[in-house]
Structures are given as structure tokens and as C-alpha cells.
């Protein structure tokens, strides 16, 4: 299945690819087509994976070079990993078409959409691979791209500061994810995610008992230990408590459209690997497994955080002055929420847990989107002195609320659905304070989304050359879709995708079959062979 490897190697070619063509050609015009051709390629073929992936009812191995794991690189895509990167790629094809509008003529742009290719090539390589050394690789390719694009406008202070923030922050981060990737290496022998996973499994040990030859010494204390230092990395990723507070710096100083996508596609990286190490990894939530004791510490840690991180950043919303800032402190609350859903250790947890995160990643990006076209026409960050473009353009005016609507949760909308499964969850485990931060924190984030939305739709409409920007093309052709998307997003259409990525993380016995089996075949392979 070739494609699962074309993606990320494809965006990485085109990314290296923009600044070499600039050498020969000056027209911006161009480098908008390109970038977003190779965001559509990138959707054709990961949408194509996903496909594959369920149409075969089992994960897809990809052997790099050939070599079969665990002696080489794999990637492993399972319905889980499969649908967020299609997804992230088709949030990502707006973004696109988004930032032809913001950038215009802007001389940077062949620098910006390089480093956008590589950020989106980095996201998609994090779900693919199932290598735990690639995956660190993964992890530092986003990392560069993102602290680059904050940087993007390296003659503001702010800008620089909180890239440099972000950066030495990550690098830290980054530092703990290596260390866990040596524990793994020295306590399990091998970096090949199926086949640390067999250690929980005491059934795949029997079968497979070659898999044990070099498992060594206290391994439920390096689990421990691989967990703590892995579960920081992703914490950070994601910016939920404690390690939340490079994002409202980072997200506000960005590029509009790279707001966007740190807020809506950056932070889900940092809750797919948790919820693949603590799921099908480590299977600290299986019942079966043999790191099962250990989950009654993780549930408490990582519901804490969550629901931390929820009701703090929402409180945080109401003081904010700065528009972008609050949009930030937005995506803490809801992937606190993300992280409440899924510390449960339930089918259902883990299934509203997916749901909310694509809700979030849309009406995200849509929001950030939107305010954005405020914020270029107005001139400012300053929520009170932003002009209402929604009075101008009912397409911005509409999005903004649509957008705003759904991250609260009201119906028809897709965020609605997903809050809704969070709730169910929470009853179903008994879990009722859950209940009540999920329903407070959507109760002082709508006070601070109407911060926003009044001056902005509501207000005093802007005139000249901003006013004429409003009705350019790429604005509905960015906005329209991930309004529609939205409204999708509802159980009738979606249902049946969250139920196979839901199996696909609970239940690791078809990750860890395949890795094996790709073992297995390669050396049954060269001994028919020889």
C-alpha cells in the first residue's frame, strides 16, 4: 500500500521544492496554486489509505526499504490513525485556500507554504508511523515547522518571543519523548509499536513467544516510566494543563491561517499518541492486559488535567482583550475536554473523545478563520475595536456564529453531537463531576465567544480597501465547506467511522496481529526462499 508512504514523502519533496523554485520564479500567484495542489494530492491520497484501510477491516503495514519490523521502520495505519490524518489533509486544503487570500502578494509565501507542507507532512507521518523512534522524528519535523511559522513574522517582538518560547519549550518536551524512546528500546528491545504491545498482551506472548527474547528487567516499572516522560511530550503537544502555557502566546503571534491550524490540527497529535500509548501500546485500560493495574492512577491523573484544563481556560476566555488570545484559551478548554473523554478507559470514552476532536478541529479552524478576516480589515487584535465584517459579508458574519455555535454545543451542529457522546460517556462511567465540567465550561466559553462575535458581527462595519476585500472569492471558497462539514458532522453520517476508529484503539488485537504477520511473512518469505 504505497500511498500510506507517498503522503508524508510527497509534502516533504513539495516542501523542499517551493523555496528552490522561487530561485526562478517571482510570481506569488504560483506558489498559491502549488501549495494548494499539493494539499488536494495530499487529501487524494490519504483519503485513499483510509479507504483501503476499511474496505480491508484491518490495519495496512508499510515496511520501509523492505526490512520487516521489528528490525525496521514501519508505518501502521489503523481506522483510527487513517481517518484523522484524511481529515486533518481536508482541513488543511481550506487553510490553503484561506492563506492565498491572507498572504496576497506577500514575498514570504514560498518560505510559508514550505514550512505549512512540512507541518502538514509531520502531522500526517505522527498518525501513520508505528515506529516509536520515527515517531519521535515525526514529532521534531512538526516542531520545526510550527516554531518557523510562528516566527513567520520575524520582525514583531511578540512574534519572536513566543517562538522562542514555543521552541525551547518543545525541545524540552521533545528531550523527554527520546528518553522514553531509549527506555523502550533497552526494556523491550525493539521501537516497533505492535511489538512492544505484545508485552500486555500475555496471549500474543504465548503465541509469539520469540517476542520475549529480549524483553528485560522490571518492565512494569519501565512502563511506568516510558508513560510519565511520553504522556509530558504529549501533554505539551496538546497545551493542556500543566503544559499549556506556550499556546496562547504561540497561537495569537502566528499568521491567522497558522492559528488555525495549530488550534484545530497541531493539538491532536498530542491526544492520538496518548491515546495510542495508553490504548494500544501499553493497554493500560485492557483488563486483560498486564499493565491493567495501573489504570485506576492514569484515569485520575489525565481526568484531572482535563477537567482542569477545561473550566480554567474558559474562566480565562472572559478576561481576555486580545481576540486571538481567547480563541486560544478556547482550545485548551476543549482539548481538556478531549482528555476527560478518553481517561475513562471506555469504547465510548475513546469514541466521543475522536468525535469531539473532529468537531473542534472544524468549528477551530473556523473560527480562528473568520475572526481572522475581522482582525486583517480592522487593523487590530483589540476585541473592541474590531469592525463588524459579518455586516458586509453574511458569508464571514455566518461562519463566525456557525463556528462559535458549534464549539459551545448547540444543535444542529456537529460540536452539539460530539459534547453530547462526552456526556454519555461521563454517565455511562459514573463519572458525574465530568458531567458538570463539560457543561460549565461550555457555559463561560459561550459568554466568551459573544466577546468576539458583537463587535464583530454586530458593530461598526469597516470601509476602503478592507470592506473590498471582503468579498473575494477564496473567503467562501474556505469558509462555505467547513460550514457544511459542521453541520456533517452529525451521527447519522459519521456514527459508523467512530465506531471502527473507537474498536480500532480499544481493541489492539488487529494492530498487533498485523505487525507480527508482516514478521512473520517476510521471514517465511526468505526461508521458502532459501
Same mark, same amino acid.
Given at each position: ?356 476532536? %473532529?468537531?473542534? !478541529?472544524? &468549528?477551530? *479552524? /473556523? +473560527? ?8 486583517? $480589515?480592522? =487593523? ?57 465540567? %463539560?457543561?460549565? !465550561?461550555? &457555559?463561560? *466559553? /459561550? +459568554? ?8 464583530? $458581527?454586530? =458593530? ?71
Amino acid at each position: 500500500m504505497h500511498s500510506v508512504a507517498v503522503v508524508p514523502a510527497f509534502l516533504v519533496a513539495t516542501a523542499f521544492a517551493l523555496p528552490l523554485l522561487y530561485l526562478r520564479v517571482r510570481a506569488i500567484k504560483v506558489f498559491h496554486g502549488v501549495a494548494l495542489a499539493a494539499t488536494v494530492v495530499a487529501l487524494a491520497l490519504s483519503s485513499h489509505t483510509y479507504a483501503h484501510v476499511l474496505s480491508r477491516g484491518a490495519p495496512v503495514v508499510y515496511r520501509m526499504g523492505g526490512w520487516p519490523p521489528p528490525l525496521g521502520i514501519v508505518y501502521e495505519v489503523d481506522a483510527f490513525s487513517a481517518l484523522l490524518a484524511a481529515y486533518t489533509a481536508l482541513i488543511l486544503v481550506f487553510v490553503a485556500v484561506y492563506s492565498s487570500w491572507y498572504l496576497r502578494e506577500d514575498p514570504g509565501a514560498p518560505y510559508y507554504y514550505s514550512l505549512l507542507l512540512g507541518l502538514e507532512a509531520g502531522l500526517i507521518g505522527i498518525y501513520y508511523t508505528g515506529d516509536a523512534f520515527n515517531l519521535f522524528v515525526m514529532i521534531e519535523v512538526l516542531g520545526i515547522t510550527c516554531y518557523g511559522l510562528v516566527a513567520y513574522y520575524r520582525n514583531s517582538r511578540e512574534a519572536v518571543e513566543a517562538a522562542f518560547k514555543y521552541a525551547f519549550f518543545g525541545a524540552m518536551a521533545g528531550l523527554l519523548y527520546f528518553l522514553a524512546a531509549v527506555l523502550t528500546y533497552s526494556s523491550f528491545g525493539n521501537l516497533t509499536m505492535g511489538f512492544v504491545a505484545t508485552t500486555s498482551r500475555p496471549i500474543f506472548r504465548y503465541l509469539y513467544p520469540f517476542t520475549d527474547l529480549f524483553v528485560w528487567g522490571n518492565v512494569t516499572g519501565a512502563v511506568v516510566l516510558i508513560l510519565a516522560l511520553s504522556l509530558w511530550t504529549f501533554t505539551f503537544k496538546a497545551g493542556v494543563f500543566p503544559n499549556h502555557f506556550w499556546l496562547p502566546d504561540a497561537h495569537p503571534a502566528a499568521p491567522t491561517p497558522i492559528s488555525a491550524v495549530l488550534s484545530g490540527l497541531v493539538v491532536n497529535a498530542g491526544a492520538y499518541t496518548s491515546m495510542r500509548f495508553l490504548y494500544t501500546i501499553f493497554g493500560v485500560y485492557d483488563p486483560l492486559s498486564t499493565f491493567y493495574e495501573l489504570s485506576p492512577y492514569f484515569k485520575a491523573v489525565l481526568s484531572a488535567v482535563g477537567a482542569f484544563s477545561a473550566i480554567f481556560a474558559s474562566t480565562m476566555m472572559l478576561i481576555q482583550k486580545d481576540a486571538k488570545r481567547l480563541i486560544a484559551y478556547s482550545t485548551i478548554m476543549h482539548l481538556g475536554l478531549v482528555f476527560t473523554g478518553f481517561s475513562l478507559g471506555t469504547e465510548l470514552g475513546i469514541r466521543a473523545a475522536t468525535y469531539h476532536i %473532529l468537531a473542534h !478541529s472544524a &468549528g477551530k *479552524a /473556523l +473560527l480562528f478563520m473568520s475572526v481572522g478576516v475581522a482582525i486583517e $480589515v480592522s =487593523g487590530t487584535r483589540r476585541i473592541s475595536e474590531l469592525n463588524a465584517v459579518g455586516r458586509l459579508s453574511p458569508v464571514v458574519g455566518a461562519s463566525m456564529v456557525v463556528a462559535a455555535l458549534s464549539l459551545v454545543g448547540l444543535p444542529p451542529l456537529g460540536g452539539f453531537f460530539s459534547k453530547f457522546s462526552l456526556y454519555q460517556a461521563f454517565i455511562e462511567a459514573g463519572r458525574f463531576e465530568l458531567v458538570a465540567v %463539560l457543561l460549565v !465550561s461550555s &457555559g463561560i *466559553a /459561550l +459568554l466568551g465567544y459573544l466577546k468576539v462575535i458583537q463587535p464583530a $458581527v454586530f =458593530g461598526i462595519p469597516p470601509s476602503g480597501e478592507g470592506a473590498r476585500r471582503l468579498g473575494e472569492w477564496s473567503l467562501r471558497a474556505s469558509f462555505l465547506p467547513l460550514v457544511a462539514l459542521l453541520i456533517a458532522l452529525n451521527p447519522l453520517l459519521v456514527s459508523w467511522l467512530l465506531d471502527r476508529a473507537s474498536e480500532a484503539v480499544v481493541y489492539a488485537d488487529g494492530y498487533i496481529s498485523e505487525a507480527l504477520r508482516s514478521f512473520v511473512e517476510y521471514f517465511g518469505g526468505v526461508s521458502a526462499g532459501g
